[in-house]
């Protein structure tokens, strides 16, 4: 389970995360949307542990920056980050020795044969295409076996059946009982198995709504996004 | 050529305007004016009676600056032109002027006018130099312009020349080859000549390499050579020379700038590369990354499972970067960086011998080149990718792992170096030892150094006043270790003399050690900034 209570992440005088609080169950799959710039991949990068902030965040009960968080944690980042001069297969040991895993060859040749890089094992990160490399940073995040995952952009760069195993990992993973949190701003992209969608504008969370209660109503979530979005656009410009 | 002359105006306008949002770039930039009015004033009418009937330097000398710099510009542009090229473009300019219905010629004299712009900004620390060349030359305002001109010129040119060898060996090994070759040949010739007149005259190498640089033959040189002779007719006063070397540099730029628009020759995917790779180093150097280009050198990955990654936990950061190290050069550590030290050490010290401070001049400036390689080195790359915060382990664990070959670097190639420097430069083997510990020793300060500028300065995006700071931690961090050596060194008997570098080694190595226990949560503590 995923808490992120009260998080606010400034740098200098801009505010990128204002206040922000929300949670992700397990077997959830929940979605941050909103434009360009609404604080996004700030606010996985905190969950990440990779930015200071203030407020509190959980992995599983624990504060995110402790050891058993980051056990728990698997995060796969808007771009790739691949070491230039280790192999893919490298990359797969580097990740399966850093988290101290056991029997983890089996599950890396899975995942690098489902996303077709079974004859790229011997290839350099530096090799590698953009769309490759976002390839084994997906696999690199999953081999952990996480129980909360994180994916910043995931979709960006890949080729169809990518996205399609991507999605299939995805909602695979929920059944397994996992916390995903997506953030993305292509509403398309998550359409198919969304559990919870959190809107973001100006660094704070606009609305939240969940399937559930979305199908209840009858309000379509595309409709609420341009809503929120473009009211707040129109404000901003009507103050400016 | 109404957008382009819009575009240049904007730019500039937007550059001076900008100012106005960031104050202290403001008051820098105005301090730098200030400063540089101030020396333009004070040396044009203060010196005048000071320099009358004074001894002045060797004029050669300013020749054979000039004509260095010349060749430093030829050479690195050349070898640039034989890779990747350079450019006059940004990748604005690609997506947006390329593309638009505007002559390319045009848009190459707008390219041209912009990067003349550049050079001419950056020349003016020049201007810096007017008291050293008044009270050492007695030159005027007049030789000072002068030498400003030059240094645009050579800049200038030299990019000219790189996106010419560029389009000419772009793709044909043959020409490439002979493009080397001319350049080696040339400059053993000038070597040799040097070499010659030393020999021949019973004098030392620079009094060879200032008679050369002061011949009539050695105006006719491209680039470098035409830079002297337009000085030296200024100098003298002898229209004739500062007309050739003008004649000169417009044949040339013509010749190829023709070269880049004439015919079918399509300078646009020509440049498109360089001008990828310029914005990838813009971007990395914004960010506070490290730039590492594609290697043309082709890797192999061993078979057997000899190479593998090993360790546990932090552990394996540290076999990481010994398996990158290893794929970057065969024996780990010792890699072009340890030749090229090698080879300077030998000849410094094998130049310099009897002189007692040698082993500290050379000490020192390696030093000083070790700082920037290990600041922008290994830890620095390593802590720009997202898997050492994520790995869960405790942060000094990862820290210490991450640094451990940088910590290595050092201590190997001070083994090397000062080894050399015993054997070519006659130094006391005992004096090259604790030499050599030095080195090994402000190579760890310098690691340590990393981590603290990270966490004390990891969330700072202004890169001038990083580097301000960073300068300030680097001296203040240096000091003690600097001054408790030369208190030592004064009270040492001449036979132990040997030993006065002990205390700095020593110093060296607390602060280091200090500054991880301090900076060892710095995993936790600091930003990650990269995208």
Redesign the interface.
Known sequence: MLTVNGVTKK??KLIANDNISFEVNPGEISVLLGPNGAGK?TII?CI?????FKGNIYINGNEN?S??A??D?G?I???P?L?????VW?HM???A????LENWKEQAEALLERFELEDKR?K?G?ELSKGMQQKVSIC?GILTDPKVILLDEPMVGLDPHAIKELKNLIIERRNKGNAILISTHMLDSVDEFWDSANIMMNGKIAARRTRSEIAGTGEDLEALFFQITESNRDRIGGME | MKALSYLLITQLKNRILSLKKKPALLILNIFVFAMLILLIVVSVFATEEMNYGMDFADERIIYLIIAGLGFLFLGINITTGLSTGSTLFTMSDVGLLFVAPISPKKILLYGIISTLGKTFLASFFILYQIGTLKSEFGYGMREILILLLIYVLLIFACQLISIGVYIFSNGNLVRKKAIQAIFITAGAILVALALVYQRSHQTDIMDALLWMVDQNWFGFIPIAGWAVLLFKGVIEEIFIKVLGAGIFYTIFSILFIYLLTSGKSDYYEDVLLSTELTDQKLKAAKEGRKYSPKSNRKIKIKEDNKEAIKGIGAAVLAYKNRLERKRRSRFVYIDGYTVFACIGTGIAAYNMKGNEFAGYIILGTLAYILFFMTVFGPLNFELSKHYIYLIPDKSVKKIVASSITSLLKPCVDGVFIFGIMALLGGTDPLTAIFLALAYMGIGVLYVGLTVMYQRVLGGQPNMLAKAFVGIGLLLIVLAPSIISSVIVAMILPESLRFLSTLPFTICSVAFTAIIFIACGDLLDKSDYLVK
């Open positions: 740098y200098g991949s990068k990440a542990g990779l930015l200071k920056k050891l058993q980051k056990r944690l995060y980042p808007e771009m980050a070491y230039d001069l280790l192999t490298e040991e580097f990740i020795r850093a988290y101290s011997k350099l530096s690199c």
